[in-house]
């Protein structure tokens, strides 16, 4: 006889234990209960230790619900923040470190805190502190907890946005390209993998930061959960994951979420984090659903937009102060709280800049100037006085205040003048200096890779070498990602723009033996999407599939990472092959100068022009791209990154090189789209 829901041997092995234990003396029963119960409890601490499955978040109830069992950190009720018993209007500035030299970080805060903020804003990234899985930096321009430790010596409130997805124009969105070496990863999901990585990349951070939450006298306010999740996924449990792995790393400090208007009621999570909208300009529905979720949560724009960014082959954006002052004088008028995004922009030095692709792939320029209250290199505007004096108007007078400090002197900026170029080293010589290479029968993209650490290629450029004995009609795969060089005995034969439709290219020959390189360029991984896109999880840059030549397979390809990492760059400036420059070099080429400077170097701007694409590294340090489409016409020197005597500066020109470069004391971001 069958019984429904068992089988017969399921059953008769239930009958044969409850019989056998049946059988045994009171004292062995004992031993097997007390067996039972120690087994249970090894099981649920070894769970527990290799998982973030605790319990649930604490939920916000209503207003008066703080979320500390010590020190009162920030809640709040009936729509007013907080601290300390006392109300707080939080103005806030968003600048990121990792985007400032360090040497910087206190003049740009002080002159936060002059202009009338009471708190810091910052993301972490993700992808600078975790460049390979299990190896992790936060030296230099990456000491976060220093950072934070100088905001509170300043007197500035910190809101910290770990991620682990920023968006932020920022290459991938903060994210580590290695996971893309997983061919079913799933970024920003319940995907274990991705959540493993996650977890084992806050179990760094957090651990490092938690004594500096304002419960344990620091000045960590508030923590936010992912960024803007609801614009992508409704996958509320991903959210939950990101909440309770906060929690276990010690965060005790509120949490909260911020999106866009329609992102909001995508993946409420409300019951766990405030509620906080990012946009341009306010609506009379840009707070609808706080609204309705409870008359409590105060009303905040995590990110009011002060400016925007700028993509290649475009325009510089920037707006009217009198644009801007309106919009400010708005929101401060409704007692709004506000985070200024950005406040400080700075640079996306290096191949840090992202990507966006809404039908069409546009790259991020290098300059995150953003038109916002502070330049890219820390000048004071008119935005930031006229804001200034709004916050003056609406929240500082009222509680008695009547004047800020003056904010610090710009600091100065030097012409240094014209630089002529010494040396060069062909693109023969070039590729000679990576270390490692991969042989494939096929073209891989970089993510792909495996080179000795395991993993792949995160940024610049990968180059698929081949030699072929005879010419014809070579047609790459599509899509390119992003910008492919084609070289025939290192000579440009054919360029293959982002969002082209074909990619055919005609090879002519003229020797029996030749030299094929496909230089791919990554301009930047994709930042940001909205639901239904799967764009992020295919964001694999170079080439992927079967390379064709007179519509024959091309197969057996020599393929460098060329990724102008720091060992690299030793290696090329300690090099003894420089050639001496005496002309124009119409190819592929890596140029070589020195400038030298007498007595305290201070901030200058680079002037490429006459030169067409390429990096430039001062000291050692990657700038960023240049690119003649533009905007961009200038790049931010640092003074700190420059010496006092001898500076060497070596520029990857992808095109043609010029004999000379000019530093001068302005910056010219390019034409103007204005509001």
């Known amino acids: ?47 527990y230790s290799h998982s973030i499955n605790m319990a649930e978040p604490k939920p916000i109830i209503d207003g008066s619900q703080g979320i500390h069992t010590g020190s009162q ?18 103005i806030s500035g968003a600048m990121h470190y ?36 299990g190896m992790f930096d936060f030296e230099g321009i990456l000491n976060l907890r220093k950072y934070i430790e100088l905001a509170q010596e300043i007197g500035l409130y910190v809101i910290f946005r770990p991620g682990p997805f920023i968006c932020s124009e920022w290459d991938f969105g903060g994210m580590p390209s290695w996971l893309l070496k997983d061919p079913a990863m799933k970024v920003r999901s319940t995907y274990g993998p991705y959540q493993a990585a996650v977890k084992r990349f806050f179990g760094k951070l957090l651990p490092m930061v938690e004594d500096l ?33 906060l929690r276990h790393y010690g965060i005790q400090e509120l949490l909260v979420t911020s999106d866009n208007e329609q992102g909001q009621s995508q993946a409420p999570f409300y019951h766990v984090a405030l509620p906080t909208v990012n946009f341009k300009e306010m609506t009379d529905t840009s707070f609808k659903d706080i609204k309705e979720w409870s008359p409590d949560y105060p009303l905040m724009v995590m990110e009011y937009w002060s400016g925007w960014f700028d993509h290649w082959g475009t325009e510089h954006h920037t707006e ?17 709280n506000i985070n200024f995004y950005m406040y400080h922009g700075g640079t996306n030095f290096g191949f840090m800049a992202g990507a966006n692709n809404f039908g069409s792939y546009k790259a991020d320029v290098t300059s995150y100037d953003y038109d916002a209250p502070i330049s890219e290199a820390g000048d004071v505007t008119p935005k930031y006085i006229k804001t200034r004096e709004l916050i003056l108007q609406y929240v500082l007078k009222p509680q008695g205040i009547t004047n800020l400090p003056e904010p610090p002197p710009s600091i100065p900026k030097a012409a240094y003048g014209k630089v002529t170029i010494l040396n060069y080293l062909p693109w023969t010589d070039v590729l000679q200096f990576v270390e490692e290479s991969v042989n ?26 081949k030699n072929i004995n005879s010419g014809g009609n070579l047609v790459l795969p599509l899509p390119i990602k992003d910008r492919a060089q084609v070289l025939l005995n290192s000579e440009e034969v054919g360029i293959v723009e982002p969002n082209a439709n074909s990619a055919s290219i005609r090879l002519a020959t003229a020797q029996s033996l030749n030299v094929l390189d496909i230089v791919v360029e990554n301009l930047g991984r994709v930042n940001y999407i909205t639901q239904g896109s799967n764009l992020l999880n295919e964001e694999r840059k170079g080439l992927s599939g ?53 007595g305290q170097p201070t901030d200058t701007f680079l002037n490429m022009m006459g030169w067409k694409k390429g990096i430039v590294i001062i000291n050692g340090f990657n700038l960023g791209r240049y690119w003649d489409i533009g905007p961009q016409k200038t790049l931010y ?39």
């Open 1 to 47: 006889m069958m019984v429904k829901g068992h089988n017969n041997s399921e059953l008769f092995s239930l009958r044969t234990l409850r019989i056998m234990y049946r059988k045994l003396s009171a004292r062995t029963k004992l031993g097997v209960v007390i067996g039972f119960i120690i087994l249970w409890f090894v099981y649920r601490r070894f769970y």
């Open 73 to 90: 950190g920030l809640h709040f009720k009936n729509r007013r923040f907080i601290l300390d018993g006392k109300p707080l209007w939080i």
């Open 98 to 133: 990792f985007r400032v030299v360090p040497e910087y970080w206190k003049d740009r805060m002080l002159k936060m805190k002059a202009g009338g903020l009471n708190t810091l804003e910052t993301y972490v990234s993700w992808n600078v502190h975790e460049p390979l899985p």
């Open 213 to 245: 939450q304002y419960s344990k006298g620091g000045p960590i306010i508030a923590v936010q959960v992912e960024n803007e999740f609801g614009s992508y996924s409704r996958e509320v449990e991903h959210l939950k994951f990101i909440a309770e792995t």
């Open 320 to 336: 009217t102060v009198e644009f801007h002052g309106n919009i400010v004088s708005s929101l401060l008028k409704e007692n709004i």
């Open 440 to 465: 494939n029968p096929d073209v891989l993209p970089m993510e792909m890779l495996t080179l000795k650490s395991g993993y792949g290629q995160s940024y610049g450029f990968i180059v698929y070498q």
């Open 546 to 598: 079967t390379v064709t030549l007179n519509e024959l397979p091309v197969k057996d390809w020599k393929i460098y990472p060329l990724d102008f990492n720091k060992d690299f760059i030793k290696r090329l400036s300690s090099s003894t092959k420089w050639l001496q420059f005496g002309g124009v070099v119409s190819r592929p080429a890596v140029y070589k100068t020195s400038m030298v400077i007498n």
């Open 637 to 675: 020197v640092p003074g700190p990154i420059l010496k006092s005597g001898v500076n060497e500066i070596i520029i990857f020109e992808q095109h043609h090189g010029q004999g000379h470069i000019i530093f001068q004391s302005t910056h010219d971001l390019g034409p103007v789209k204005s509001n």
